[in-house]
């Protein structure tokens, strides 16, 4: 079966319809979601109609968590006190901005989702708030992964794209009783795992303001990481617009993470 699997759309609904039309030009014949639909973007409701439209399994992003909980910040680490300040600006415009309906359906996502052995998640098995960084301990990534029952992790919550190997990883565990004067030790190899994140389609951070998503074939195993254009200009002009910090406008144009000063972004959304 060919997957095709996307993430942090964020409201930005040109990003996710671009990213629609390239999975249909990609022949995909199911579609899943890893959550964050809403946050930072001008299109909360519009985005979770097209996601329920479409019936695209989805499970529950931080944001989509938090909006649901009443929560004006998500436990994302935010570099300064200014960047966590616009973080809470965006999460009580999107709590005033979403509907009942919205609501109602962000309320019933799951936490993780399964089809055979590969496991979705938006953060971690753990939490929706956990971030699986492609530098992480191989152990732990490795334990991750083994908590799902599944061999392929798919996450994102990161907003970069990535795919890492977890190749015949050696377990030992010692196992010691207080109550006896001995140690048992026990040694196992982990199968072939992966993690794959793939990125954001509404809210990229790689280094490009293309949307990103990862199309994957369950009988090859072939991952591949695809980059969409699409008009940012129209989604950068409706942040301002609908008065969200312009400062995420300049963000989505660049493809960056956080920045604390930045060029006018109406200038960004002229371009």
């Known amino acids: 079966m060919k997957l095709a699997v996307i993430s942090c759309i964020h409201g930005n609904l040109p990003a996710l ?6 999975i249909t030009q990609q022949k995909a014949e199911k579609i899943y979601c890893v959550g964050d639909l809403v946050g930072y973007g001008p299109y909360p409701n519009e985005v979770v109609e097209r996601i329920r439209t479409l019936n695209i399994p989805t499970c529950a992003g931080c944001w989509d968590e938090d909006v649901v ?24 415009w999107t709590n005033q901005e979403v509907t009942p309906e919205t609501r109602e359906f962000l309320a019933q ?5 399964h089809e055979g052995n590969l496991c979705f998640v938006h953060g971690s098995p753990y939490s929706a708030h956990e971030y699986l960084l492609p530098e992480m301990d191989a152990f732990v990534a ?5 908590s799902t029952g599944a061999d392929v992790l798919f996450c994102g919550h990161t907003h970069v794209p990535y795919v890492r190997s977890l190749d015949n990883g050696q377990l030992q565990i010692r196992i010691t009783s207080p109550s006896i004067d001995s140690e048992q ?15 954001s389609v509404g809210e990229p951070r790689h ?3 293309n949307a990103t998503y990862v199309f994957y074939d369950t009988e090859t195993k072939q991952v591949t990481l695809r980059e969409v ?38 200038h960004v959304c002229a371009r």
């Open 17 to 22: 319809d671009a990213v629609l039309a390239d």
């Open 69 to 92: 909980e009443g929560l004006n910040a998500c436990e994302c680490s935010y570099p300064s006190l200014l960047a966590e300040k616009r973080g809470m600006a965006a999460h009580a």
């Open 109 to 113: 996502l799951p936490h993780s989702l």
């Open 142 to 146: 490795m334990e991750r992964v083994l």
């Open 185 to 199: 030790q026990l040694n196992f190899t982990a199968p072939f795992q992966q993690i794959i994140n793939v990125g």
């Open 207 to 209: 280094g490009r303001p």
């Open 229 to 266: 254009s699409y008009n940012y200009q129209k989604t950068c002009a409706a942040i301002i617009e609908k008065g969200l910090p312009p400062i995420f406008a300049w963000r989505l144009a660049k493809g960056l993470e956080y920045a604390e000063r930045a060029e006018d972004p109406t």
